[in-house]
């Protein structure tokens, strides 16, 4: 239901440049199949008055396909929405303006934040908030080997110019204090989170060396 939701959103979007980022962009570039808690749709158009009418137009383009939808939060340049559908399943969609730095890519799904970018932003997340999910999100892209460690301080840098490598560090032995209940809604056993724990204690200690 969330794929088919967002597809319909970014076809809904597709006149304001908007793309798939966040976790979503990060599932449909192959690094995990994972579940999302909500749909992240970023543009990078900074005008406030097309960003509103692409809100407006997106919700009602749902409505119209029989779709509930509440406005849950909206401010300059963001809104979350709540989109219910009517056997009562609910998804919360986040629309934003963010810099990007390639043009997302057309995946099966609609627009897509590059992979350059999807994997930046992730990594970038993990940095600032440190969220469970984002662990998990940075783990499997570091298990791909599709990016060097290297490269994903590189990204994380491009993206914030006030960027500490020893606080990265830091923010990556955070990952000892995430517990087992807190990723079980993802799929991720105890032992499975065992083992992220110690990649990311490693990497931290690989940073300080």
Do not use: C
């Not at 350059?116 to 993990?126: F, I, Q, R, T």
């Not at 999100?137 to 060097?148: L, P, Q």
Request: charge should be negative; avoid cysteine.
């Amino acid at each position: 239901m969330q794929w088919d939701l967002t597809q319909l959103a970014l076809t809904a979007l597709r006149d304001h440049a908007f793309a798939l980022a966040g976790s979503g962009a990060i599932r449909e570039h192959g690094f995990t199949n994972r579940h999302t808690q909500d749909v992240d749709l970023f543009t990078n158009d900074p005008d406030p008055e097309s960003f509103d009418d692409a809100v407006d137009g997106l919700t009602l383009e749902l409505e119209l396909v029989g779709l509930n939808v509440e406005s849950v939060r909206r401010a300059p340049r963001f809104s979350q929405l709540r989109v219910t559908t009517a056997t009562g399943h609910s998804v919360d969609m986040d629309l934003a303006v963010d810099w990007r730095q390639r043009d997302p890519v057309a995946l099966a799904v609609g627009p897509v934040l590059s992979l350059e970018d999807a994997v930046g932003n992730k990594v970038s997340a993990l940095y600032s908030r440190a969220e469970a999910r984002d662990y998990l999100d940075v783990d499997a892209i570091r298990s791909s080997g599709r990016f060097t460690d290297a490269q994903l301080l590189s990204a994380v840098a491009e993206r914030d110019a006030g960027f500490d490598v020893m606080m990265f560090a830091s923010q990556l032995e955070l990952v000892t204090h995430i517990r087992p209940e807190r990723v079980e809604r993802y799929g991720v056993s105890a032992e499975q989170l065992d083992a992220i724990r110690k990649r990311f204690v490693r990497w931290a200690a690989e940073i300080r060396s």
